[in-house]
């Protein structure tokens, strides 16, 4: 199984940006997607996570900021990340358990403040 993930980059604090992941290689039902993110010197925790039917959920410091978000038929994995606070600074991992968890490559997101 491969996840590529894409959306991050600098951006200002208040801002918002978008981070697509794209699974391949699998033909079975990918149960659970989500994304951890880890900032520097601190350990990796997940951020947000969502189930194949559709049931979702945040660590604390993220609800009502981030959105998690899975369009099935495609294998693609989004999050939406709203009012960006420097804090936010991480690296992104998306990942899919089916038997196993497989996880992406990272992408630096990146808050100005």
């Known amino acids: 199984v491969q996840l590529v993930e894409s959306g991050g980059g600098l951006v200002q604090a208040g801002g918002s940006l978008r981070l697509p992941c794209a699974a391949s290689?699998?033909?079975?039902?990918?149960?659970?997607m989500g994304w951890y993110r880890q900032a520097p010197g601190k350990q990796r925790e997940l951020a947000a996570g969502?189930?194949?039917?559709?049931?979702?959920n945040y660590a604390e410091s993220v609800k009502g900021r981030f959105t998690i978000s899975r369009d099935n038929a495609k294998n693609t994995l989004y999050l939406q990340i709203n009012s960006l606070k420097p804090e936010d600074t991480a690296i992104y991992y998306c990942?899919?358990?089916?038997?196993?968890?497989?996880w992406g490559q990272g992408t630096q997101v990146t808050v100005s403040s």
């Open positions: 990942f899919a358990q089916i038997t196993t968890v497989y």
């Open positions: 290689g699998t033909k079975f039902s990918i149960s659970v």
């Open positions: 969502i189930f194949s039917g559709g049931f979702t």
